[in-house]
């Protein structure tokens, strides 16, 4: 059974700088894609950024410029580095990957970025 454990979320000031981390673990085949999406109270999760396995990288809009994705294949861990943060940044973010076979998709079980102004 694939697990992805995030961490690094808190509080930060707005302008401020943050880095979410997800490491995944258990998995008997190689990740392929991973990926970050946020969760805000009554709206559903949204992707934020995700990469492929050899870097390729993809970003909403309202996070292009200031976040950066990127993942460690050695150490199955995917990175999000956050920028210039807006209080709209604020919400629970998701940790998603899924393997080179099978159909399954893996969550974590979220961190929470709270951006003050």
């Known amino acids: 059974q694939v697990q992805l454990v995030e961490s690094g979320g808190g509080a930060v000031q707005t302008g401020g700088s943050l880095r979410l981390s997800c490491t995944a673990s258990?998995?008997?085949?190689?990740?392929?894609?991973m990926a970050w999406y946020r969760q805000t109270p009554g709206k559903q999760r949204e992707l934020i950024a995700d990469?492929?396995?050899?870097?390729?990288?993809t970003y909403a809009e309202s996070v292009k410029g200031r976040f950066s994705i990127f993942r460690d294949n050695a150490e199955n861990t995917v990175y999000l580095r956050m920028k210039n943060v807006k209080p709209e940044d604020t919400g629970v973010y998701y940790c998603?990957?899924?393997?080179?076979?099978?159909?399954?998709?893996?969550w974590g079980q979220g961190t929470q970025v709270t951006v003050s102004s």
């Open positions: 998603g990957a899924d393997l080179f076979y099978g159909s399954n998709y893996y």
């Open positions: 258990g998995s008997r085949f190689s990740i392929n894609n």
């Open positions: 990469v492929t396995r050899t870097g390729a990288a």
